[in-house]
């Protein structure tokens, strides 16, 4: 099966700082979404991005899909960024598609 | 509009018993999926339920069932609890296709003592 792997696992920062966070897959697939699972467990949604650029305030993502990786852009971090944010790739396959998940980054910003 | 909900929030079972989770997918969604987070690691998927049939299975026992109702909303059983069971249990929903967004509930802390 198709294997996502999240780097760094660990990331420090101070407020205000500028981070990058990538998600390598292993084969083709047919969607990527970037989530950030707050300390409750609920994951939210970030992107839905299978390919290309999108920009959300202070996020944005890339995904180049020719060469299997996604990045995750957070600029000006505040603590409320703190958690674990999540890439999670979909394959068809079998008549169904499901999401397949990297373990994560846990990120923890300091004020 | 409502997001995907899920009940109950928490829930503390002995080894042994049996477990009953609840879904209700964002309207106008028909494709519920259930996954497991165990600590520490990423959701693995358990179920994929669209229009009240099983479309695909993660590597899981057969104490896990799940099923899907006219309204689309799902319920995931759990039979003879085991302590690794323990997790979070996340459904999400999304509109039938491949190309189509995920959305998440706030999930079921489950704990087997």
């Known amino acids: 099966g198709i294997q996502v792997e999240q780097s760094p696992p660990d990331l420090i920062l101070q407020e205000g700082a500028n981070s990058t966070l990538r998600c390598n897959f292993s084969?083709?697939?047919?969607?990527l979404q970037w989530f950030h699972q707050n300390p409750w467990g609920q994951l939210i949604n970030l992107f839905y991005?299978?390919?290309g650029t999108k920009q959300n305030g202070r996020l944005s993502a890339t995904t180049v899909a020719t060469e299997r990786y996604s990045l995750l852009y957070i600029s000006s971090s505040q603590t409320t960024d703190s958690g674990v944010y999540f890439c999670?790739?979909?394959?068809?396959?079998?008549?169904?598609?499901?999401?397949?998940f990297g373990a994560g980054t846990r990120l923890a910003v300091h004020p | 509009d409502a997001g995907v909900t899920q009940s109950p929030t928490h829930l503390i079972k002995t080894r042994g018993q049996q477990v009953t989770l609840r879904c209700s997918p964002i309207?106008?969604?028909?494709?519920v999926s259930w996954y497991q987070q165990v600590l520490g690691q990423g959701p693995q998927f358990i179920f994929q339920?669209?229009?009240?049939?099983?479309?695909g299975r993660g590597n899981f026992p057969d104490r896990f069932s799940a099923r899907q109702f006219p309204n689309y909303s799902s319920e995931l059983n759990v039979n003879a609890l085991l302590l690794g069971d323990s997790a979070l249990y996340l459904c999400?929903?999304?509109?039938?296709?491949?190309?189509?967004?995920?959305?998440f509930g706030q999930g079921t802390r489950l704990t087997v003592v």
């Open positions: 084969d083709s697939v047919n969607n």
């Open positions: 309207s106008g969604h028909k494709s």
């Open positions: 991005i299978p390919s």
């Open positions: 339920y669209y229009e009240k049939e099983e479309r």
């Open positions: 999400a929903s999304s509109l039938e296709g491949v190309r189509t967004e995920a959305f």
């Open positions: 999670a790739v979909v394959r068809f396959s079998g008549g169904y598609n499901k999401l397949i």
